[in-house]
């Protein structure tokens, strides 16, 4: 075949697999703008399947016919002090005129003074499902109550929260991918200095996520998977953080191959994709399965989070090693203009590269790979010194890095993952959480959330009395026949009643959470009513002891995927262990430094109890993707020049990729900031900090001394355990993958 037909035939496949990319993302990025279409964010929806509330809500249904969501009016004076006198009746006509309207249920419930005078409130039943509706039939409301001359209207109760969270969300899909790409792009531009190279990365990641976002949409619309904001804001970071990682290490190692003696950018490619293959897969798979590991969670939203993270990892995976090759083929040199990297004459050992330094040429019985690295985060000689002083003193590294890392992980314990309160769910001010604030100044804590008793109906006075002498309990009444709670004959349906108890402390304090284990004790004791307890307080103390249960199921599950990962990759079983550890700690490092943030700089109180699970999923099985990148190019260098030489080279040739990509990865996640809600905020650092103490400190220095320390014992069982500390035999690189 002529050389001009069989470089034909060679592009073929590229340019394939750059058309089919492009279709993809023309015909199925729009997707990434319209998960809110299927996304659900009742809270209802993603309580514990198993949890006592859950059941309590089911058997609300039968009370009112269908599920509704209140919106509590409070009306306060304008000057301040007391409110007028013949305000209660103004306020109940007002919101009795709302009856029959579009998106209310029944008759609003009327008003009530509070004891000090000086507030009124009342209840009003929202359907459900209003979605894009929902604030302007609240603002309907508002217009109606503000006709009570004399006083100021706050919208709070569970109708109001939902608003505001909706707004939170809404927009997610513009705004934060537009932060994230930028960020992305900018890092890409400084780091790198190449026009192109960028431009193909963020492409490839944009259609990673157009693809990951349509398989979601059609699995979330057909009822297969449930997404809600909080997933769909951590996709995106997910796919666009992953497939930068992925490429950025394939990108590298294909620069590399290009100055390799002779290379044409073919064959440099076909180099590059088979010794980058292996981590870049093994990497997706820590992370995909980590993720789907979630699926065991007894809470509906980490079940959710599982599937959709991992569709998005194996998205970006397809990406990484499919568009990426594609496009750099095609492109070849002129993706890395202005500082094109050059193929050395045959014969010529070590490479060299403009604008590049190269690493030390090590003689041996095999041939040198170039161990040349893009232009990136550092430079290669920041990386020379590191390498150096790795293996000067490796064991003082490991040892000082070690030191600091438990120092800052002692901190750990002292992160409150109790739950955030109402007045830091939004990390801005939002108008329910003042509502709120001005309904428990004159209110009972728990007013407008009180605790759901449902029992069987000859047990009725006996299960209010028992909740009545619970300490922390306001009042309690049964509802009646109005479907409002009061004294006198309750409504039975089926033989069961329900029964409302006002809990003095605020629905989202520890005071009433502890109320509502003291009142589940006392009414479970009631002889005959197989009394259940849900509402909203309840509903927070059952995800709490949830997320409990699943940190300590799920972190041993993860622990094992990866530590399995590591075994087939690695062909070891010390060195695994040491990586599985090493991530772990850093973990408990990063929330040992996040639980003084949070505190004394944030202002943060609490976390959400899905945090630490989120965090330790995400830092875990993205801090063994770095690690996994440096050890499988330790592990071929070490084949060919021994372990002392291996980690050297290996770290001078990986470091600065790897810096560049947790340095894009902490961006992105960063990202999540612009979200104004204190669990996307307080996951944001987590993993942003988190990925840089990993990259900038565990992979750089404590793995690499502890590697360099241990010499061959790190690799065994391997054959890799038998070679001599400072030199490899030629006749055994082909078991670790290179070739001779």
Avoid at 366 to 378: L, S
Avoid at 474 to 491: I, M, Y
Avoid at 704 to 712: E, Q
């Amino acid at each position: 075949m002529p050389p001009s037909a069989a470089r034909r035939t060679r592009l073929l496949l590229p340019l394939v697999l750059l058309v089919a990319w492009l279709a993809v993302g023309g015909g199925l990025g729009p997707f990434a703008g319209r998960l809110g279409e299927v996304a659900a964010n009742d809270q209802a929806a993603f309580l514990p399947r198993s949890a006592e509330s859950t059941r309590v809500i089911e058997e609300q249904k039968a009370f009112r016919g269908s599920e509704t969501v209140p919106a509590i009016v409070v009306w306060t004076a304008r000057d301040g002090g007391p409110v007028a006198a013949g305000s209660t009746a103004e306020a109940t006509r007002a919101l009795t005129s709302l009856t029959g309207r579009e998106g209310i249920v029944g008759p609003p419930s009327p008003a009530l003074p509070s004891e000090d005078g000086e507030a009124l409130r009342a209840v009003v039943a929202l359907e459900p499902d209003l979605g894009e509706e929902l604030p302007t039939t609240l603002d309907t409301i508002r217009k109606a109550a503000a006709t009570v001359p004399g006083t100021t209207v706050h919208l709070a109760g569970p109708a109001a929260t939902q608003a505001d969270l909706s707004g939170a969300f809404s927009g997610i899909d513009g705004l934060l991918l537009g932060v994230a790409l930028i960020a992305v792009l900018l890092i890409l531009l400084v780091v790198y200095r190449s026009v192109l190279l960028p431009l193909m990365i963020i492409l490839g990641a944009v259609f990673a996520l157009g693809l990951a976002c349509a398989v979601v949409y059609v699995l979330a619309d057909a009822g297969v998977l449930r997404v809600d904001g909080q997933v769909q804001g951590i996709l995106s970071i997910l796919v666009i953080g992953a497939a930068t990682d992925y490429a950025l290490l394939l990108a590298a190692r294909y620069r590399e191959e290009l100055t390799a003696p002779g290379a044409d950018r073919f064959a440099a490619m076909n180099r590059a994709l088979r010794r980058s293959f292996e981590p870049i897969v093994a990497s997706a798979a820590t992370v995909a399965l980590g993720l789907l590991a979630l699926l065991v969670s007894d809470l509906a939203n980490n079940r959710a989070l599982g599937p959709v993270g991992a569709i998005g990892i194996v998205c970006a995976v397809l990406s990484a090693l499919t568009f990426l090759p594609a496009a750099l083929v095609l492109t070849g040199r002129a993706a890395y203009w202005p500082a094109r990297p050059k193929a050395l004459p045959e014969g010529t050992g070590t490479p060299a590269d403009t604008g590049t330094t190269t690493a030390e040429p090590t003689t041996t019985a095999t041939t040198t790979q170039p161990t040349t690295t893009a232009t990136t985060a550092g430079g290669p000689a920041v990386w020379h010194r590191i390498a150096a002083l790795v293996d000067r003193a490796p064991r003082k590294v490991w040892a000082v890095t070690l030191a600091a890392l438990l120092a800052c992980a002692a901190f750990a314990p002292a992160l409150n993952s109790r739950g955030v309160p109402f007045d830091e769910i939004f990390v801005n001010d939002a108008p329910s959480v003042a509502a709120q604030e001005t309904l428990g100044r004159h209110f009972p804590g728990g007013a407008g959330n009180p605790a759901v008793i449902i029992a069987d109906a000859g047990a009725v006075t006996r299960v209010v009395a028992a909740a009545e002498a619970v300490p922390g309990v306001d009042s309690a009444f049964p509802v009646g026949a109005t479907g409002r709670p009061a004294p006198g004959e309750p409504l039975v349906v089926d033989g069961r009643v329900r029964v409302d108890a006002t809990l003095s402390a605020a629905a989202d304090s520890d005071a009433a959470r502890d109320t509502i284990a003291r009142l589940r004790t006392a009414v479970h004791a009631v002889p005959g009513a197989d009394a259940l307890v849900g509402g909203s307080t309840a509903q927070q103390y059952d995800t709490q002891r949830t997320a409990a249960r699943d940190r300590t199921l799920i972190v041993p599950v993860v622990l094992a995927i990866i530590l399995l990962i590591l075994v087939a990759l690695l062909r070891s079983l010390v060195l695994p262990l040491i990586l599985v550890a090493t991530v772990a700690l850093n973990f408990a490092a990063t929330l040992g430094v996040s639980s003084l943030v949070f505190e004394h700089v944030l202002g943060f109180t609490g976390t959400d109890a899905s945090v630490p699970l989120y965090g330790f999923v995400f830092l875990v099985a993205l801090g063994v993707d770095y690690n996994i990148f440096l050890m499988s190019r330790v592990r071929e260098e070490t084949a060919r020049h021994g372990v002392r030489e291996g980690v050297r080279i290996g770290l001078t040739a990986t470091g600065g990729v790897i810096t560049s990509a947790g340095v894009v990865l902490a961006a992105t996640f960063a990202a999540l900031g612009v979200i104004p809600l204190a669990f996307l905020v307080q996951i944001a650092f987590i993993v942003a900090f988190g990925v840089l103490l990993d990259t900038l400190v565990v992979r750089s220095l404590l793995v690499p001394a502890l590697v360099r320390d241990l010499g061959p014992v790190a690799w065994w069982p391997g054959a890799l355990s038998r070679l001599p500390a400072d030199r490899g035999r030629a006749d055994q690189s082909v078991e670790a993958g290179a070739p001779k």
